[in-house]
């Protein structure tokens, strides 16, 4: 596992990390979709779904770490391209009217 080449401390510190990312990310996501419940607007919904990916990213990084056995740099990517993704959409949710 890749996860295992890091020392104790810093494999503590990533799940924290990460942790702390899914339920920050998971917030603003879920508070994003209420806002477009209410509201309708097509910004706030791609808001919502650009933010979703970006906390994915950093979910499916680290569940890919500890289940498949992939290694970092693999993990790194995964987060990579998601995060990538996410701002994308978040990026076009700015420009949506």
Do not use: N
């Not at 499916?60 to 993704?85: H, P, Q, R």
């Amino acid at each position: 596992m890749g996860h295992l080449s890091a020392s104790p401390t810093v494999t503590t510190f990533i799940i924290v990390v990460k942790t702390g990312i899914l339920v920050l990310g998971g917030l603003i996501t879920y508070f994003s979709y209420k806002a477009y419940r209410r509201t309708r607007s097509p910004s706030l919904r791609a808001l919502a779904i650009g933010f979703g990916v970006v906390t994915s990213g950093a979910l499916l990084a680290g569940a890919f770490d500890v289940l498949l056995a992939v290694d970092l740099a693999t993990g790194v990517l995964i987060d990579s391209i998601l995060t990538l993704i996410g701002f994308a959409v978040i990026t076009y949710s700015l420009y949506v009217e």
